[in-house]
């Protein structure tokens, strides 16, 4: 019988692999449908599909260190792999699964892309008024840590366990009643 926290590991490994899937699905679809540039309106001028190629981070920032940016993504994937084990909380697992799966959704088009092997520019598809140009795998990251963020405001620390407080900080309880 698996432990809980081996099947949060499982959660983790499986949310990625989701991601990973639906990232490249998408992708491969934008390419095979979408002309480069030639906006088609989903949602009037609310949600396009423009089709880019990505050779840098967010925002198309730091061009030039695309391999950089895929070993970056390595360390990121084996940290999180190697976390995993430690998960004790489905919140978390779920938030390292997306970033997990987005940053692998991202690299395997940085390794396999054109123009070069780790310089392939990453598949961008989803455009807002006002926003850059996205994909699955970034919407994935960016929720993900929102979720994160969220976890941590709520004391929730990656075992599961709520975080204590601190050393010389007292709590105060103030009974009404």
């Not at 909380?89 to 991202?106: E, H």
Request: proline share 6%.
């Amino acid at each position: 019988m698996p432990t809980p926290r081996k099947g949060l590991m499982w959660l983790t490994l499986a949310v990625a692999a989701g991601v990973v899937i639906l990232d490249q699905l998408t992708k491969w679809m934008a390419v095979k449908w979408l002309n480069p540039f030639e906006p088609v309106e989903l949602i009037g001028p609310w949600l396009r599909l423009t089709l880019t190629r990505n050779p840098g981070a967010a925002f198309s920032l730091g061009a030039g260190y695309t391999v950089i940016f895929s070993l970056l993504a390595l360390g990121v994937i084996a940290v999180i792999i190697r976390s995993s084990r430690k998960i004790g909380s489905v919140g978390w697992a779920v938030a390292l699964g997306g970033i997990l799966g987005g940053a692998t959704g991202n690299l395997i088009d940085r390794i396999f892309r054109s123009p070069a092997v780790f310089r392939g520019h990453v598949v961008d598809f989803i455009q807002w008024p006002h926003f850059p140009v996205f994909n699955v795998a970034d919407m994935s990251i960016t929720c993900s840590a929102v979720l994160m963020v969220i976890l941590v405001l709520r004391g929730v620390q990656l075992s599961g366990q709520p975080i204590a407080p601190q050393d010389g900080v007292a709590e105060t309880r103030t009974d009404n009643g």
